[in-house]
């Protein structure tokens, strides 16, 4: 079912996925909030990268922006903000029980998706092997998204607005703070 | 690549989970749920190459609701941390009975 993969393009995904784990794991394990952010940004930066190699090329550009971009440089400025800057105690981190029980459920879920993940795909949904190299051909990088975006799904896009400005409005509610209150 | 796509997706996704479950400072546990949001990210992105577009079409769905949750989040953690001082969830249990 999947093409054939040049030696090259398996080791840079693998360099890559590695590159992802590995930060993830250092991400998981600080306990100062500035190095959990930047380790999480690369985290991105990795994922940003296997998903050019998996052919989305737009969703890679969105990622580093928005997620390594944006949302990351809001974290931040919530940690300058109130001058989280400097790890917490030991204290902060729970107790070796809730380290072991959290090991666990990893394990527990780790071991449900791989026997998830052996099942079979239902064929009839499947699309020809170079579906998408076709559409990327026809419709360019940023079409290949548009398209179906403005078609298929423009409900859902249209529902996205609404979605955001009652995010945008509860976000300043909520920051507004006392001061400027009603009172 | 489907395979080793969805293994590191099982990966990121339980170190999301762990990371929530062991740390209480509330900023890394909203970056573990973005951790989280970003791993299923990648299943429809390696998907789609079977399934079609439409997977990276949900991508950029969930790249919104992730940015909407982490706005409205980091908002309440500021007004947490105006009545309270403090993120620590071990101090911040009002609703425990």
Known sequence: MEPHYSLVYVFLFYLFGVIALASALTFVTRKSPVAAALWLVNTMFSLAALYVMLDAQFVGVMQVLVYAGAIMVVFLFVVMLLNLGHPSELAAARGTGWKLAAGLIGLALLSEIMVIARTKLPEQLIVPRDFNEQQLQKLNVVGMIAEPLFKDYLLAFELTSVLLLVAITGAVVLGRGRAAGAR | ?97
């Open chain 2, 1 to 97: 690549m489907l395979a080793e796509s969805l293994a590191l997706t099982a990966a990121l996704f339980i170190i999301g989970v762990i990371g929530v479950l062991i740390h209480r400072n509330a900023i890394i546990i909203f970056m573990c749920v973005e951790l989280m949001l970003t791993a299923v990210n990648l299943t429809f992105v390696a998907f789609s190459r079977f399934y079609g577009t439409a997977g990276q079409v949900f991508v950029v769905f969930v790249m919104t609701v992730s940015a909407a949750e982490a706005a409205v989040g980091l908002a309440i953690i500021i007004a947490i941390f105006r009545h309270r001082q403090t993120i620590n969830l071990k101090d911040i249990n009002l609703l425990k009975g």
